[in-house]
């Protein structure tokens, strides 16, 4: 089985010019933009081949109205998510109405916690 090199962020710090203006923290943020378009891109290939795939099995012919053969639905989709309106019921507690995905997403967030992000640690 391939394993990736342990100290690979240890190697690539090592290559950068030593008088690199602004610090380390550059590449970081370089580094953590291109990983989140990466799976943006991937994300919204997904969801295009899903929709292709079940228009096909429905006998239609799946998103083909935004962009060129339906590409930019994913776009489409969460421009729609973002600019509806947010509901509260009535009688809901407005607070837990607001902190319920917070609370769902944190988990989530949490796991990364255990990365270590340092120069020299290695991921055992």
Excluded: C, S
Excluded at 97 to 109: K, Q
Aim: aromatic share 12%; glycine share 8%; no cysteine.
């Amino acid at each position: 089985m391939l394993l990736p090199d342990p100290n690979l962020f240890n190697h690539y710090a090592a290559a950068l010019p030593p008088d690199w203006p602004g610090g380390f923290w550059w590449h970081w943020l370089v580094f953590t933009v291109i990983i989140i378009a990466f799976v943006l891109a991937m994300v919204m290939g997904f969801i295009w081949l899903e929709r292709r795939g079940m228009g096909r099995m429905q006998a239609r012919l799946g998103p083909n109205r935004v962009g060129p053969f339906g590409l930019l639905q994913p776009v489409a989709d969460a421009i729609k998510v973002l600019i509806k309106e947010d509901i509260v019921p009535v009688k809901a507690d407005k607070v837990v109405h607001w902190l319920a995905p917070v609370v769902a997403f944190a988990p989530v967030l949490m796991i990364f916690a255990v990365i270590p992000f340092q120069n020299g640690a290695l991921l055992a």
